[in-house]
């Protein structure tokens, strides 16, 4: 299970922080990936002591523009600065791409989910390294959008949509067997 992420605050609207670390030390027993949207300042004022006191990895999206595409959700934010994302990698996060300025991919022409996801990749790439994970902002994306983050050289695409139970993949038995035995030489 992929989990996201995104206001912690003890408060109605978020993730209550008790109630996340209770979340985190379940996640890493039953071996879930933890995420984070957005780059908000309280992914590295409460999650990441959290993280590091359970020695779990996570992977992080910021919005890599100081200037986000116009919400309710901003209204209030503090957003992490590049030295805060610097601070997640060197202690062991991956850093993912969420576009520049976080908006809703489907809407925008494939010239414009360009600029968003290449400004972006490439910051991320000049401060970080090269990121594989990319998490699309409200899950809004479509076919244009996929051939982009591949050609960008993204590994994965994260979204909140149910999987497409009709396209299912099956491991093949040379395939499984490599698994296997991985495991038994262990
Ligand atoms: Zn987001």
């Avoid at 670390?21 to 071996?31: D, H, R, S, T």
């Avoid at 497409?164 to 991985?182: G, Q, V």
């Amino acid at each position: 299970m992929i989990i996201v992420y995104h206001r912690l605050k003890d408060a109605p609207c978020c993730c209550p922080i008790k109630r996340f670390e209770q979340e985190v030390k379940l996640a890493k027993k039953y071996g879930f990936k933890l995420t984070f949207d957005d780059g908000l300042k309280e992914h590295i004022t409460i999650a990441l002591p959290i993280l590091k006191k359970y020695k779990m990895k996570a992977i992080f999206f910021p919005i890599t523009s100081k200037k986000v595409f116009p919400g309710v959700r901003w209204i209030g934010q503090e957003f992490m600065t590049w030295d805060n994302i610097k601070e997640l990698h060197e202690n062991g996060m991956e850093i993912g791409c969420h576009t520049h300025t976080h908006p809703r991919l489907s809407r925008l022409s494939k010239t414009d989910q360009e600029i968003e996801i290449k400004t972006s990749t490439r910051i991320i790439t000049r401060k970080i390294e090269k990121p594989v994970w990319f998490s699309y902002p409200y899950s809004s994306f479509n076919n244009a959008t996929v051939s982009l983050i591949k050609k960008y050289g993204y590994l994965y695409g994260l979204t909140s949509e149910e999987p497409d139970y009709l396209r299912l993949k099956r491991t093949d038995t040379n395939e499984f067997n490599i698994w296997c035995k991985d495991k038994i030489e262990r």
